[in-house]
């Protein structure tokens, strides 16, 4: 009698099949949103865009390209379009979740190599860098001030990333049904520093994967002002974080509620 046959042993590097929703938070990208969701729907079984009370055509544009639409009726800022992200993905059968932008800067063809470290388990959250291996055409002032902001939220969070304001990145439904956004000030720009104090407060284990990042279009905001108000909103989150103190609302996965609430619930 032959042996019955073994069968594979998974181990921590072994992928495993899983749902994935991409999720794209635009603001008037009539021009390009097209195009990024067909390059993402390759990689993923499902497009999200949530639309931030876009003024132009970004909404029908999006839908004929076959992606599924939440929609804010007025623009309330990129934390807002995040959360939103994590709670269709939360109430969705997804196992895995992709953030990028609807500008076109970020490649959806990376996409597969952001996934990989989560299908063999090696990470909870991957984040695209631009600053590895890959040589961008990143301007001067630019990479001056990423720097600054990498330094400002590594000290404050205490985890240690070399891109920590790019958006384009990857989590399992570990990191993204635990990740709270508090900090909504000047429309949530520093959403991502503010996802790297999450992280390290949930110890979720965190991957860099080297990306490129097209700067064809000019920037719509001034990246000086941008970058000195995300520094600023660091700094706030880095006093909140050692005085024990947090934003009287949270923005989370199931909704706003006081943090009282919250704080109750985790008790019971």
């Known amino acids: 009698m032959r042996d019955r046959e073994e069968q594979p042993r998974m181990t921590a590097e072994t992928p495993v099949p899983s749902r994935v929703m991409a999720a794209i938070p635009a603001f008037n990208e009539a021009a390009n949103i097209a195009n990024v969701i067909r390059g993402a729907q390759a990689h993923v079984d ?3 865009v949530i639309d931030d009370g876009s003024t ?3 909404v029908e544009r999006a839908k004929g390209a076959g992606a599924d639409v939440i929609r804010h009726e007025v623009n309330r800022g990129k934390a807002y379009a995040i959360m939103s ?3 269709a993905a939360n109430q969705g059968d997804v196992d895995l979740l992709v953030l990028l932008d609807g500008d076109g800067q ?3 063809s990376d996409i597969p190599k952001l996934l990989q470290p989560l299908r063999e388990n090696r990470a909870d959250v991957v984040i695209g860098s631009r600053f590895l291996d890959i040589r961008n055409p990143i301007p001067f002032y630019r990479t001056i001030g990423q720097r600054v902001l990498n330094v400002a939220t590594h000290l404050g969070s205490g985890l240690r990333c070399s891109d920590s304001q790019c958006g384009y990145r990857a989590m ?3 990191a993204f049904s635990r990740i709270r956004v508090y900090e ?3 429309h949530g720009l520093a959403v991502e520093s503010e996802m790297q104090f999450e992280m390290a407060r949930h110890d979720l284990r965190v991957a860099e994967i080297p ?3 097209s700067y064809d279009e000019r920037a719509r905001r001034s990246p000086v002002k941008h970058g000195f108000s995300v520094l600023y909103r660091v700094l706030v989150m880095t006093s909140r974080k050692w005085s024990g103190k947090r934003k009287l609302t949270a923005v989370s996965p199931v909704g706003e509620r006081s943090i009282g609430e919250a704080s109750k619930s985790a008790r019971n």
């Open 56 to 58: 132009d055509l970004t």
């Open 46 to 48: 499902r497009v999200v």
């Open 85 to 87: 992200a994590f709670r």
């Open 106 to 108: 970020h490649d959806p």
């Open 172 to 174: 399992n439904r570990s």
């Open 184 to 186: 909504t000030f000047l």
């Open 211 to 213: 990306i490129y990042v």
